[in-house]
């Protein structure tokens, strides 16, 4: 056995690394250096029967095929036993910094628990760490003459082997053998996700091989062509966008592979895109580019400065429709997992929902998404919020935009997305529109059931019917949408009316003239007086059965047309009220016609029945909301597109 010092303590270990360099990937990084085809990774429980009581333990073996770590005396305290002194002096993928070896010792509870095996040339060797009071640290090589005891059974070069690992290496929740294989899984993608993808290296993982489809959002494959002085050039390239497994590391992110034909590695650059920043949801991509273009390249080192990475004019080109490629990729993936998000909060909406109505609460909640993104959020406090932001569409469209970056406690630049949209499409003032209108096409679902179904005979007029009516007077015409309460009697007398100084301008002795020359006592069901038009509307309910006929029109004529007529004459001729009058019930005689003409007469009298109400009504509701829709449909979504892009950068 030979002992080497290698002039390194544990307190300079300490200093020189940080908390994410780990020694599984380092053992990896080591293998592909190497060039190793096949890395092998196995995670397994031990007992120590040596005490008094059994002890259960973790332990990790990484094996390869790659050439190897030289054993010779010589050699191999110059290229493994010097620290932060490198001979890597090839083309290699990794290390170059001459300390990586040394993550080795932050893995397991005691040095001694390391052991590196290294089978060459039919020789057998072993490789320990020895570090007394945890001070100086030395490396022991020996010839090995015994089986190597490994769970490991595939022909390897170089196995390194973890005992006693420390289970604070693995940041999970889960305490379990297979929480600790699965992060080990994800650690290795996430760094070497861009060698797995490119199909240089294997890697297994307890038996299971890494592959790239368990780790992809998307994965696309194209042929770009450059054109140079006539010459066409073939880039086949491989778009991989990694999902929620893979965080890579930060000098593995936004990287393009350069690879020739046989699929050595020829130079590496930034893909020329940044994510979009998306709260919770990270686009880190790897692009894998191979042509023979690449064949008679010279490797152009990682660790280079990237503005030297192939300057010449066809990669240039190369790298810009890539650019172009992956910003509309990452956009779409966006967009879906902004869909994804947006409706685990509109599923709390009670509304008909449509692709458009979808489409647009999605741009209406950006600030939200983009404050909140995927973040672990209750199920109640969803509804929470979109409650609030029903409310303040339904209540205050106008205001929209100022209320969130209240609640929302954001800067005027934060809303730059919101208030495009509203500037562009006014999609908040739309889409309340819409909810509108689909919520009056339920209602009048609801009220055709109310008078027509198989219970509308028990309806009563007075207690039931008229005071669902008098809170939906829209039904009866644009004319009636959103009047206020008080601008209109319910169920109250000619008298209570008259008397009222917002609907007539009578003096007390006219009034009293006025109560002894008629009977006041009657009540009309609903009574709208003076609109822009001069004219008094009168509806008069009839609870299903009672069939209107030429009799009901005429008890409406003798009761309330010819008192307010009578009235009206009391006005000058250019301020005399007109009385339309509307005779509403489940059906009508064939035989009823309209009374009177609005223009000649200055009275009119309607027999209708609730379908053709409800017909007339629902036809105005489809007919706003086709406007709606156009006006969306049409608004140019790809310059919003555009828009978020340029705010992402």
């Given amino acids: ?24 990937i380092e053992a990896v990084a080591n293998a592909i250096d190497a060039k190793s085809k096949n890395v092998y990774v196995k995670l397994y429980e031990d007992t120590d029967n040596s005490g008094m009581f059994p002890y259960n333990y973790y332990s990790i073996d990484v094996a ?35 300390r990586g070896r040394y993550t080795y010792l932050k893995i397991t509870k005691d040095p001694s628990d390391i052991s590196i095996f290294v089978v060459k040339d039919g020789q057998k060797s072993k490789i320990s760490f020895e570090c007394k009071d945890r001070q100086s640290v030395a490396i022991l090589k020996d010839d090995f003459n015994s089986q190597i005891d490994t769970k490991i059974k595939k022909n390897f070069t170089t196995l390194i082997q973890f005992k006693n690992i420390s289970t604070d290496y693995f940041e999970t929740n889960e305490q379990s053998c297979n929480a600790y294989v699965e992060y080990i899984k994800n650690e290795l993608v996430s760094y070497f996700a861009d060698r797995i993808a490119s199909n240089s290296i294997n890697i297994y993982v307890n038996d299971e091989l890494l592959e790239i489809k368990n ?82 390249r010279d490797y152009i080192d990682c660790q280079d400065d990237y503005d030297n990475v192939f300057t010449d004019i066809v990669i240039k080109n190369l790298r ?72 303040l569409l339904k209540q205050s469209p106008d205001n929209y935009i100022d209320n969130i970056m209240t609640v929302l406690n954001l800067k005027p630049k934060d809303s730059d997305k919101l208030r495009y949209i509203e500037a562009n499409y006014g999609i908040i ?72 100084d917002k609907f007539f301008q009578f003096d007390s002795d006219e009034l009293d003239l006025i109560s002894r020359e008629h009977n006041l006592k009657k009540i009309p069901d609903i009574f709208i007086p003076v609109f822009a038009n001069d004219t008094i509307y009168i509806i008069e309910l ?23 007529k009578e009235i009206s004459k009391r006005y000058d001729n250019q301020t005399r009220k007109r009385i339309y009058a509307i005779a509403v019930s489940d059906t009508k005689a064939p035989s009823a016609y309209t009374v009177g003409n609005i223009d000649n007469d200055g009275f009119m009298i309607i027999p209708k029945s609730w379908d053709e109400i409800i017909y007339d009504a629902k036809k105005r509701c489809n007919e706003k909301i086709s406007d709606i829709n156009n006006k969306i449909k049409t608004s140019k979504w790809k310059d919003l597109e555009s828009f978020i892009l340029e705010h992402n950068q």
């Fill in 1 to 24: 056995m030979k002992s080497f010092d290698t002039k390194v303590t544990f307190q300079s270990i300490k200093n020189d690394f940080k908390p994410s360099d780990s020694a599984i």
């Fill in 64 to 98: 390869d095929d790659g050439i190897g770590i030289p054993t010779s005396d010589n050699v191999f305290e110059e290229v493994f036993c010097q620290y932060k002194v490198s001979t890597k002096h090839d083309k290699v993928n990794y290390g170059k910094r001459g």
């Fill in 215 to 296: 780790f992809i959002e998307k994965q696309m494959h194209e042929t770009v062509t450059v054109l140079n002085d006539d010459l066409k050039y073939s880039f086949n390239v491989d778009f991989y966008i990694w999902n929620d497994r893979v965080s890579l590391k930060s000098d593995r992110q936004k990287h393009i592979l350069f690879l020739d034909v046989n699929g050595s590695l020829k130079g590496i650059a930034p893909s020329g895109k940044s994510k979009l920043m998306f709260p919770g949801f990270k686009q880190n991509h790897s692009i894998i580019v191979k042509s023979q273009y690449f064949n008679d």
């Fill in 320 to 391: 810009n429709q890539i650019a172009v490629r992956l910003e509309s990729i990452l956009f779409g993936i966006y967009k879906d997992n902004i869909g994804k998000i947006s409706k685990e909060y509109l599923k709390f909406l009670e509304l008909r929902k449509d692709e458009i109505v979808e489409n647009t609460y999605q741009a209406i909640i950006f600030p939200f998404l983009e404050k909140l993104g995927n973040k672990k959020i209750s199920e109640d406090a969803k509804q929470i919020i979109v409650r609030l932001i029903d409310v």
């Fill in 429 to 500: 003032k739309a889409i309340s529109e819409k909810e509108k209108y689909i919520a009056r096409l339920d209602f009048l679902e609801k009220l055709s059931e109310l008078v027509n179904g198989k219970n509308s005979k028990k309806v009563k007029e007075r207690t039931m019917l008229h005071h669902v009516v008098d809170k939906h007077l829209w039904i009866f015409g644009e004319l009636f949408d959103g009047i206020d309460r008080d601008k209109y009697a319910s169920d109250v007398s000619l008298k209570t009316i008259l008397e009222s």
């Fill in 542 to 564: 009839k609870k299903p059965g009672v069939t209107i006929d030429q009799k009901i029109l005429q008890e409406i004529m003798n009761k309330y047309v010819k008192t307010l």
